[in-house]
């Protein structure tokens, strides 16, 4: 199956500081990338929708100017949190559909990478 | 109309047993139905899925069963093992649009 991989899969930084999440398609390409975010015992809540050469959608209640994404490549797409607080720290997942034809808009899911802001 | 509801919340069955988890959506749009696995510290992982011009589908132990009609869908996993214990999330897509995911089941079998 298509293979999705993220980086780093977790990190620990300093309140205030920013934190980059890559996410990469590595056996197919992909227009369309969503970063998820999950709390413990929760379903996965949908940050944002990343295109690649346009600018993201985000849901309602996300603050784009704190949480930064960039897909500038068919395989790749990244998350910045700007300015990281305490609350900030949760489990973040993203997924790349594989556009290709060999799945119905298929959604494939990166491992997740732990944020923990001190 | 865009929900998806999961029941149950937690679900504990013995090895060997035949956990069910139900799935109500109200958006008849909706085209496509899978079911997600989740280990903790992990990302979801694709179980099966299913379109619902299928009643039934089966993949090795895990079978969706889906009635259009009522607008339901539920996964039976057949001869359960301990390494199925996870969280398991139904969804519903339609198109291009984003996936709506249900609540998730926390699933544990016991030996």
């Known amino acids: 199956g298509a293979v999705v991989s993220q980086h780093p899969s977790w990190v620990i930084c300093k309140s205030g500081t920013s934190v980059k999440i890559e996410c990469r398609s590595l056996d197919f390409q992909a227009t369309t990338m969503f970063w998820y975010r999950q709390f413990p015992k929760q379903s996965l809540m949908l940050m944002a929708t990343?295109?690649?050469?346009?600018?993201?959608?985000?849901e309602q209640g996300v603050e784009k100017d704190k949480f930064l994404i960039n897909h500038a490549s068919l395989t790749l797409s990244t998350l910045t949190v700007t300015s990281a607080h305490p609350e900030d720290s949760s489990f973040y997942i993203c997924?790349?559909?594989?556009?290709?034809?060999?799945?119905?808009?298929?959604?494939?899911f990166g491992p997740g990478t732990r944020l923990t802001v001190l | 109309q865009q929900q998806v509801k999961q029941s149950p919340q937690s679900l504990i069955v013995q090895k060997g047993g035949i956990p069910i988890i139900n799935c109500a959506y109200e958006?008849?749009?909706?085209?496509?139905f899978p079911w997600y696995q989740q280990f903790p510290g992990k990302g979801p992982a694709l179980l099966i899925a299913?379109?619902?011009?299928?009643s039934e589908k089966k993949e090795g132990r895990f079978t969706i069963s889906f009635n259009k009609s009522a607008k339901q869908f539920s996964l039976h996993i057949m001869d359960s093992q301990p390494g199925d214990s996870a969280t398991y999330f139904c969804a519903a897509l339609f198109g291009n649009e984003k996936l709506t995911f249900g609540t998730g089941t926390r699933l544990t079998i016991i030996p």
């Open positions: 958006n008849t749009a909706f085209d496509y």
């Open positions: 990343s295109n690649e050469g346009s600018k993201a959608t985000y």
């Open positions: 997924s790349a559909r594989d556009t290709s034809g060999r799945a119905y808009n298929e959604q494939f």
């Open positions: 299913i379109r619902p011009d299928v």
